[in-house]
């Protein structure tokens, strides 16, 4: 198994040394997303994982391939043909960079074929077959062709290819079957097949063995249901990548009809990607891409499956023995002390969900109990992402039909959900919710959510902040963390920045959170800077951070300058990171570490020592929905919220970032050379994973876990 990942490498030794004012300091932001990506596909190959979650592994590594290139890859695109000469932050031409990008996706997607073979033939041991058409019996023909006429054959519409019909449009990952066909005169036509999503890629056979036959195979044998007067001469198979960003008026005044107008033209972007099967004549692929107008760098040949991300859909789950052990969410026992009532915990002490090992209910239930009690009186929300059917939509539904005030923040422009955010937005708007865009030019990234409640003759608020989503689906598999708290001033802030959504007009002074586009990052350099100033003073000084990705370049120096002062400096990134760790001179205070595994690590976390060696109880601990890039500091609204309660703060510290830290089953460091390595890990390699599933959280643990937490885990105990 590699043990590997290449990044971007650093400069030769004839190159200028690495300081503050040479560009190769910064690893490049679309290398590193790729090297993130060889991390995953990694995993595909780790044996320490069930045969089918490698399945899943390379599945996801081709999902994510697929957005790459639909958003990165086109803009990149998209500046080279205008012509752009302006250079990246690491010294890169975007001509440059996509010479680079290019010469790295050959280099990856011969790895994700390679990685499905191998898978395939693992598969096919343990009794999980795909199989060729044309090895099957007469009876299992005969069920196909059934299969075939009864699924299959009424959704397809073959295509003629000709002078008389112009090249027909092909959606973005659209796949297709492209034919060369005799008629019984001699002469020869083209034809296409769209290959419907409507209808699942692999088809399974009946019977007690497990075997499938992918769509295309079905098709193609029995094709003569579809031309019965004409001889198929060959064919192929090819999917097409498009153009995905989106382009919208700034001055529009209605946003919502805007937006619909974009995304029914998203579907038509440029084709930026041609998959091609090895075995299509020449011929019929030069047709196929003049007419796509893809460019030659942009066609990929190839032996193997064409769309790897469906292989998902041989995740069977009569495997059980090769998927991972069940897995059950804890619901916090904090709130099962107070009998269900979540306000009357939160009224008890601050307190942290641990997402996915405790439950997403919980954050449901704050907003479905708020829609239900009569003493609620206003409910304001951010909603970025949620799932289809989602209880918090519903929630806020009913608290408006109830007559509670109800507010619900609603980004359009979160990429790739815009359609299901417009169509649930109408939901609230019907059910009486005030629903507000935010901004035309800045994404509302934000995790907030605020109950306003009549208590005692007032009004006391309650707020729920979180890192990631509102999204029960994701919240299954993201690591995420969710803190409810009623302090004051943390809820004054929250609503003075529902206010700024709302009204746009900035608040003079927040109290305790900070926030982008305002202060964010200044704050952080200005906690950076007392770091420090700690260290020159001879005091203990330390920065851990853990956040989905790093590029801003001001972020980087400040992290730089710390470390040139002595500042001790951990890192985790689960995505991209273009600062080089352990370059002498410059970051050999920094440590890098990337933690790929079952879960995707997306939970923020920003960590100060404040003149104390970490982990410490006078530690500055914050949690974030922001990363550390330019659109997250500079274009979004997203909150740093600090964690002062502490039994929460030990959690986050003691037990969340110290476990990361420790982890080896499944860590990556980064070198300055820009390479990724795996680190050596023996078979009882301490899992951060598997060590939430089985430990409860501190701030989440009810009474009764108290003493036994305090006597197996005193570390985590408030110190």
């Known amino acids: 198994m590699p043990t590997t990942q290449r990044a971007q490498p650093a400069p030769t030794n004839d190159a200028a040394p690495l300081d503050l004012d040479n560009p190769s300091r910064f690893i490049n ?47 990149v695109k998209g500046q080279v043909d ?36 191998d898978l395939k033939d693992e598969l096919e041991v343990e009794g999980i077959a795909v199989v060729d058409v044309d090895s ?65 890629r692999f088809v399974r056979l ?31 198979c090819f999917r097409v990548t498009r153009d995905s960003a989106i382009e919208f008026d700034e001055r529009a005044e209605d946003l919502v009809r805007t937006f619909e107008s974009a995304l029914k033209r998203r579907r038509r972007g440029s084709a930026i990607r041609l998959s091609v099967n090895a075995e299509m004549d020449p011929d019929v692929l030069k047709i196929i891409v003049d007419e796509l107008g893809v460019d030659r760098d942009d066609v990929f040949l190839w032996e193997g499956l064409l769309g790897l991300v469906d292989i998902k859909q041989l995740i069977v789950d009569d495997r059980p023995d090769l998927l991972f052990k069940p897995f059950d969410a804890r619901f916090p026992e904090r709130v099962r002390d107070f009998g269900g009532d979540i306000f009357a915990a939160i009224r008890a002490k601050d307190f942290i969900v641990h997402h996915p090992y405790e439950s997403f209910d919980v954050v449901a239930q704050f907003v479905g109990q708020a829609a239900r009690d009569p003493a609620v009186v206003a409910i304001k929300q951010t909603l970025y992402r949620t799932s289809n059917n989602s209880p918090i939509v519903a929630a806020l539904c009913e608290a408006a039909e109830a007559g509670k005030q109800v507010t619900a ?120 800077d007392d770091e420090i100033a700690h260290a020159r003073a001879g005091r203990p000084a330390g920065v851990w951070v853990k956040v989905n990705s790093l590029i801003d370049g001001k972020m980087i120096d400040a992290l730089y300058r710390a470390s040139q002062a002595g500042v001790k400096i951990n890192l985790i990134f689960r995505g991209i990171c273009g600062l080089r760790p352990g370059v002498t001179g410059l970051s050999e205070n920094i440590r890098v570490k990337s933690i790929v595994g079952r879960f995707l690590e997306h939970s923020r976390i920003i960590v100060f020592g404040n003149g104390h060696r970490l982990p410490s109880k006078n530690a500055k601990v914050f949690i974030s929905s922001a990363d550390w890039m330019p659109r997250n500091l500079n274009r979004r609204v ?68 108290r003493e036994r937490v305090a006597k197996t885990r005193p570390h985590l105990v408030e110190s």
């Open 82 to 117: 205008a012509g752009v000469k302006s250079l990246s932050q690491d010294g890169r031409t975007p001509a440059q960079q996509l010479a680079d990008i290019l010469e790295r996706a050959s280099e990856l997607m011969r790895a994700q074929q390679r990685t499905w073979q």
């Open 136 to 200: 099957l019996g007469d009876d299992d023909l005969a069920w196909l062709e059934r299969r075939f006429l009864d699924h299959v054959f009424p959704v397809l519409t073959p295509l003629a290819i000709d002078p008389a019909n112009p090249f027909p449009f092909i959606p973005n990952l659209g796949f297709c079957l492209v034919l060369e066909l005799r008629r019984a005169n001699g002469n020869l036509s083209h034809a296409l097949i769209p290959v419907p999503t409507q209808v699942e």
């Open 638 to 705: 997203e909150a740093l919220v600090p964690i002062e309660n502490p039994t929460a703060h030990a959690q986050v510290l003691k037990e969340i970032m110290v476990t990361c830290l420790k982890d080896t089953a499944q860590s990556w460091e980064l070198g300055g050379d820009g390479v990724y390595r795996r680190v050596p890990a023996a078979d009882d390699a301490l899992s951060a994973h598997d060590y939430f599933m089985t430990n409860p959280s501190l701030s989440g643990r009810g009474t009764a876990r």
């Open 29 to 75: 932001r679309e290398l590193s997303w790729m090297a993130f990506n060889m991390r995953v596909l990694e995993e595909a190959r780790n044996t320490r994982h069930p045969l089918l979650e490698r399945v899943r592994f390379l599945s996801i590594s081709a999902s994510n391939w697929d957005e790459f290139y639909m958003v990165r890859v086109a803009g």
């Open 409 to 528: 923040m609603v980004e359009l422009k979160a990429r790739f959900d815009e359609e299901a955010n417009i169509r649930w937005s109408r939901d609230l708007e019907n059910a009486g919710v005030q629903v507000v865009y935010g901004f035309v030019d800045m994404k509302i990234h934000a995790k907030i959510n605020l109950v306003v409640r009549r208590e005692s003759g007032g009004l006391r608020s309650y707020a729920h902040f979180g890192t990631g989503n509102y999204h029960p689906v994701t919240a299954k598999i993201y690591t995420d963390l969710s803190f409810f708290t009623c302090e004051p001033a943390l809820c004054r802030d929250a609503a003075r920045i529902f206010n700024y959504m709302t009204g746009h007009d900035q608040p003079m002074d927040l109290e305790k959170l900070h926030y982008s586009p305002v202060d964010m990052r200044t704050s952080l350099i200005a906690m950076i």
């Open 206 to 236: 009946p019977g007690d063995t497990i075997r499938f036959v992918p769509l295309e195979d079905l098709i193609g044998r029995f094709l003569y249901h579809l031309f019965p007067n004409r001889e198929v001469i060959r064919g192929g």
